[in-house]
Structures are given as structure tokens and as C-alpha cells.
T-cell receptor, first 114, second 111 residues
Framework: DTAVSQTPKYLVTQMGNDKSIKCEQNLGHDTMYWYKQDSKKFLKIMFSYNNKELIINETVPNRFSPKSPDKAHLNLHINSLELGDSAVYFC?????????????FGSGTQLSVL | EDQVTQSPEALRLQEGESSSLNCSYTVSGLRGLFWYRQDPGKGPEFLFTLYSAGEEKEKERLKATLTKKESFLHITAPKPEDSATYLC????????????FGDGTTLTVKP
């Protein structure tokens, strides 16, 4: 059983389109995250939710909107896609979202905007 | 702002040739330093957490150490299956749950 699963694995789309990435965790964790990894492998946090409540919201364009219907799911919707949005997006979870907790990552969604 | 710098960017070793990866950090109130391994096409996988200067942790051929300014990941007698990107991340006291990552070191071990 995959602990943190995200779909789709690959997403190729045109500029200006709207797309969503879904994430689910079966670890019973309270906190989920979205990270963006650029071509140089740099991972940067975008959002985190604790029990469906937004607790971290980094400087991300408001075209990106996370939604957490329950604590096991965190989706990412992106409006009006731009070339610069091309990256790998990782969903992650941790037990409670406090410090010193390791992250469990999904396998990533490679987004290519043409 | 928390900062993490990893070096070298890439490291090529022969099988059995030991070496070290470096992670330098600047944070306000370090709560934990993490090492992750990332294989191509996969998400990072947790290796170690270090909490205070002087602490060391080991797992198979890997040993992580921590000082007040940097951490080292020592790889002893590496094998080709150790080839991966190794990521360092820090968590600071003021940012609960937020991990700040370095750019990673891509290790290639040749047989």
C-alpha cells in the first residue's frame, strides 16, 4: 500500500489551462503539504494543512489554490497555467505538523506547461 | 530567513571509495536537521534526524553528524545502489512543520 499517493504522475498542458493534482495519505497523519521542486532539485514549501486548516501559505501566486476536504486528502488546483509553473510537485504528510517531524513524500507530479 | 547550502553539487565515486557530503545551515533556533534520499522519479525518503550539535546517527554505510553550523553525511565503502540525490533540510523553532531544503548533492557510484 502506498502511504502517500498523488495523481497524475505526469501532466502536460497548454498555457492558460486550469489543472488539478490530487493527493491522498493513508498514514493517519494530521498534516499535509505541497512542495515544488524545480529543475535544480530545489524543494520549496508552498502550503500546509493541519486537520483541514491552512497553516502555512508561502508566497505563492493566488492562481494556486489548495483544498483539503478531509485530513487524508489535499488537492492542488492551478488556474491559468504559465510556463514558469513547469516543475515537479510533491505532496507530503507528517504526523502532527510540529517541529522535528519527518516528512513522507508522494512520488511527485511532473507538470509541463507548453 | 533560514538557509541551507549543500556541497558538492555532484559527486562521482568508485565503488568502495569513501567520502562525505556537506550541509551548511543558517537558522534561528535549530529544532532539527534532516537527511533525505531521493531516487530519480521518486519523492524524497527519510534517512536521519539530528537534533543537537555532537549528535551522530548511522544506518548501514551512512553516518550523519551535526555541528552548530553544518552537518556531514559520511558514506563508507559506497555501492552503486547508494547512487541518488541526498537532500538536507532544517526546521527552526519559529516555523512549526516547515522544512527548508538545500539543493541536494547528486551522488554517482561507479562499479
Amino acid at each position: 500500500d502506498t502511504a502517500v499517493s498523488q495523481t497524475p504522475k505526469y501532466l502536460v498542458t497548454q498555457m492558460g489551462n486550469d489543472k488539478s493534482i490530487k493527493c491522498e495519505q493513508n498514514l493517519g497523519h494530521d498534516t499535509m503539504y505541497w512542495y515544488k521542486q524545480d529543475s535544480k532539485k530545489f524543494l520549496k514549501i508552498m502550503f500546509s494543512y493541519n486537520n483541514k486548516e491552512l497553516i502555512i501559505n508561502e508566497t505563492v501566486p493566488n492562481r494556486f489554490s489548495p483544498k483539503s476536504p478531509d485530513k487524508a486528502h489535499l488537492n492542488l488546483h492551478i488556474n491559468s497555467l504559465e510556463l514558469g509553473d513547469s516543475a515537479v510537485y510533491f505532496c507530503a504528510s507528517s504526523a502532527q505538523g510540529t517541529t522535528n517531524e519527518k516528512l513522507f513524500f508522494g512520488s511527485g507530479t511532473q507538470l509541463s506547461v507548453l | 530567513e533560514d538557509q541551507v547550502t549543500q556541497s558538492p553539487e555532484a559527486l562521482r565515486l568508485q565503488e568502495g571509495e569513501s567520502s562525505s557530503l556537506n550541509c551548511s545551515y543558517t537558522v534561528s533556533g535549530l529544532r532539527g536537521l534532516f537527511w533525505y534520499r531521493q531516487d530519480p522519479g521518486k519523492g524524497p525518503e527519510f534517512l536521519f534526524t539530528l537534533y543537537s550539535a555532537g549528535e551522530e546517527k548511522e544506518k548501514e554505510r551512512l553516518k550523519a553528524t551535526l555541528t552548530k553550523k553544518e552537518s556531514f553525511l559520511h558514506i563508507t565503502a559506497p555501492k552503486p545502489e547508494d547512487s541518488a540525490t541526498y537532500l538536507c533540510a532544517v526546521q527552526a523553532g519559529t516555523n512549526a512543520g516547515k522544512s527548508t531544503f538545500g539543493d541536494g548533492t547528486t551522488l554517482t557510484v561507479k562499479p
